[in-house]
């Protein structure tokens, strides 16, 4: 992959202005309660026994989808396909090398970042094999409202250039009530099905999007991406977080509807075989709702800067922290389109809280049986 040129610079430089504040601004240290967060996170996991797949180890899986799983930034990258920006921070990757039960696991990693509805039913139709996967994983959906075009329109793109966020909003939020957002899911849970042995065993893990921001806090609001870009209000932030809860919202809705017309068929009948994963709308053990991402969004309070290190999304031009791989020689350099690809996407850390939901997930799924 090809170091960013200075003609890249420039040019995304003119898409959001002058001066990115991720770049020019030092990172604080993060504050005292993030500190006890990433402590939490960095817990051991206990491994258990798999007594619930039905065949000998190993156990198969597919990662696929779009960006929020291909983890575009996150370290080096994960094979040859520059395009699709797989990195090895995923958490697609991270759940392979800390799988949850005690066997040996094989992934076909084949997110993609761009990726729409329609090019992931492509994708399963050609890449998976016919019953070999004994899981999927995925994230899909946000890229069929333009959700990418949203964060640029509404929140990087220079104020001297033209456009408008509230009609960028409204599109998306048009597309999303559209009976086609559903229809085209649901034609990939199809496919998806297809290939899996028809058996509860064999499961699809969907797992949504996130809020971007803290909409709550007022230090925020005189702050800026880039010295041109619009100031992060709290009603420009609860704009984008209301999106990304529509979001998700429908596509519970979507996955709900998918399962009711599953009823009746004899694979379904003791547990769905479709997981969605919301995760803004998590579940502690005291019944108390939460979002995964809680504490680390862009104008969390008790920070003051965007650029925290506790921060888990990707500002404009930043560097994540992930360590490179053992006896790894390489001096990656974050290149174009990349550069652009991972904005508002997790970091490496984000990506880490989001395995250990699957890795909790794939164990209450897939309890012992034998």
């Known amino acids: 992959m090809f170091a960013v040129r200075p003609w890249t610079e420039v040019l995304w430089t003119l898409i959001i202005g002058f001066g990115s504040l991720t770049d020019v601004v030092a990172a604080p240290p993060p504050s005292a309660n993030i500190l006890e967060q990433l402590r939490a996170h960095n817990n051991p996991f206990s491994v258990v026994e798999d007594r619930f797949t039905p065949h000998d ?27 699709c920006a797989r990195n090895v921070g995923s958490y697609a990757v991270q759940l392979k090398n800390e799988f949850p039960f005690n066997v040996t696991n094989d992934l076909d990693f084949i997110a993609c970042s761009g990726y729409i509805t329609a090019d992931s039913l492509i994708q ?34 220079a104020e001297y250039l033209p456009g408008d966020c509230d009609v960028t909003l409204a599109t998306a939020k048009d597309l999303l009530a559209a009976p086609e957002f559903e229809t085209n899911i649901h034609a990939v849970y199809d496919e998806i099905f297809a290939k899996l042995k028809d058996d509860r065993h ?8 996130h809020r971007f921001f803290n909409d709550a806090t007022d230090w925020c609001n005189d702050k800026t991406f880039a010295i041109r870009n619009p100031k992060l209000t709290r009603a420009l932030r ?12 429908r596509l519970e ?32 053990e005291d019944g108390k709702t939460y979002g995964l991402f809680d504490g680390h969004r862009f104008c969390e309070p008790g920070i003051t800067d965007l650029k925290d ?12 922290s992930l360590q490179k791989r053992e006896g790894s020689t390489s001096k990656r350099q974050i290149a174009a389109p990349e550069v652009l690809t991972q904005t508002f996407h997790p970091r490496t850390a984000g990506f880490k809280a989001i395995k250990r939901v699957l890795q909790q997930s794939l164990q209450k799924n897939r309890p012992a049986e034998r």
């Open 57 to 83: 180890p190993p156990i198969n899986w597919y990662a696929l989808g779009d960006s929020y799983t291909a983890g575009p930034g996150t370290g080096e990258d994960y094979d040859e396909d520059k395009a």
């Open 124 to 157: 399963v139709r050609d890449v998976i094999e016919p019953e070999r996967a004994d899981f999927v994983v995925m994230t899909l959906g946000g890229n069929d409202i333009g959700f990418s075009s949203m964060a640029v329109e509404c929140l990087v793109k």
């Open 202 to 209: 064999y499961q699809l893990y969907h797992i949504f999007y």
């Open 238 to 249: 609860g704009k984008i977080n209301n999106l990304a809860d529509a979001l998700n919202k």
């Open 253 to 284: 809705e979507v996955a709900a509807n998918y399962i009711r017309r599953q009823q009746g068929k004899p694979s379904w009948s003791q547990a769905s075989r479709l997981i969605a994963i919301n995760p803004d709308k998590l579940t502690d």
């Open 309 to 320: 290190p506790s921060v888990w999304f990707f500002g404009t031009f930043s560097r994540d």
